[in-house]
């Protein structure tokens, strides 16, 4: 039997990117899977029908995270559609996006992720899990320095970090868990294209720097991996490139 038969799982921002990626493995693991998209209602139809066709079952919701209430929709429709919820992959962030303003950011990346965590906690079943996705460059801000143009994005992930870390007893006491998942620059991902949008070159560069650089699908396994796996609450999963990051902090 898939270790996700009969389960329901729920990642935002999976109309396209890691998100997607990891809808379809879910999915592909036995999972029924809530695919959230912001605007693009096509994009996430198309990963549902992937999902459907592969022999899975998926829908598609549409909800902004920064919108309270419709978060709360989103749940609802988990719950409503399939029954439960068991797996929550707190996947979508942004703030690079031009002409979103300077506290998008940390809406989107901080209370946002905060208040989809608690909105799932109070629905999801015992044995639960949330898998919260983050970046080398936001996990390590703190001690490690990044591009200008990627810093306030990468405080405000950190900050968001934080805030769902401080969540770990009350999850605790509900036996629902909690995990991250650190990578470097993905390519393929928005943020990637940003990045070297905003310092040409700065992907090709970190690549070089790290020796290799995870695709979108590689990394979606890695998450898809942590939905199930045997560790302790609060674990942090550093894919790829981590060690540079550690050394910094170890000579400092």
Do not use: C
């Not at 949330?130 to 490690?144: L, N, P, W």
């Amino acid at each position: 039997m898939p270790s996700l038969a009969g389960k329901t799982a729920l990642v935002t921002g999976s109309s396209r990117g890691i998100g997607a990626y990891t809808a379809k493995l879910l999915a592909a693991d036995g999972a029924n899977v809530v695919v959230n998209y912001r605007e693009k209602a096509p994009r996430a139809r198309k990963v549902v029908q992937g999902i459907e066709e592969a022999g899975g079952h998926a829908v598609a919701v549409g909800a902004d995270l920064t919108d309270p209430e419709a978060v709360r929709a989103m749940m609802r429709a988990a719950v409503d559609t399939f029954g439960g919820l068991d797996v929550l992959v707190l996947n979508a962030s942004g703030g690079m996006e031009p002409h979103v303003g300077t506290d998008y950011a940390m809406r989107l990346n901080r209370d946002a992720q905060l208040d989809t965590l608690l909105a799932g906690a109070e629905l999801m079943s015992e044995g639960g899990r949330v898998v919260f996705v983050t970046s080398h460059q936001a996990h390590f801000i703190r001690e490690v320095g990044t591009i200008p143009e990627y810093e306030r994005v990468a405080r405000s992930k950190r900050a968001g970090e934080d805030a769902l870390i401080e969540q770990i007893p009350v999850l605790s006491a509900k036996g629902i868990s909690f995990v991250t998942v650190s990578g470097d620059v993905i390519e393929g991902t928005v943020t990637a294209m940003l990045l070297n949008w905003a310092q040409k070159g700065a992907l090709e560069a970190r690549s070089k720097e790290i020796g290799e650089s995870y695709s979108v699908a590689e990394f979606a396994q890695e998450v898809t991996a942590m939905a199930t796996a045997d560790v302790e609450t609060g674990h942090v999963e550093l894919v790829g490139g981590a060690d540079d990051f550690l050394e910094q902090i170890s000579a400092s």
